[in-house]
């Protein structure tokens, strides 16, 4: 059994910064792959973020890359997402995904997630 949980969305500023929290509890010792993803309402859930249980190989779409971080906290039992300079075009429902993986995998895709949050809101205004 995984549990999610994320924390840290809210109202910003464009060009602002917000630092997402994923919290992973999990029953095993299984090695796991985070990634976070968002969804704007009549659109697709898309992928954001990811990193390796290992926390060294890490992966991002293009149109965060150099402005959203992901990282894994000492205990790798949660994962953080700093997002600097935020556009409004970032407004969306944020989402960490997780599933089982080998010591430096990850995911890119939705498809490839078994457990997921419930989601944190992050609203940009211009």
């Known amino acids: 059994q995984v549990q999610l949980v994320e924390s840290g969305g809210g109202l910003v500023q464009a060009g602002g910064s917000l630092r997402l929290s994923c919290a992973v509890s999990?029953?095993?010792?299984?090695?796991?792959?985070v990634g976070w993803f968002r969804q704007v309402p009549g659109k697709e859930r898309e992928f954001v973020a990811a990193i390796s249980w290992s926390g060294r190989s890490t992966y991002y779409t293009d149109s965060v890359k150099g402005r959203f971080t992901i990282s894994r906290g000492n205990a790798k039992s949660t994962v953080l997402l700093q997002m600097n300079s935020l556009e409004p075009e970032d407004t969306a429902v944020y989402y960490c995904a997780a599933h089982p993986a080998g010591y430096n995998d990850y995911y890119s895709t939705r498809n490839d997630y078994k457990y997921w949050g419930q989601g944190t809101q992050v609203t940009v205004s211009s």
């Open positions: 999990v029953r095993t010792t299984s090695m796991y792959a």
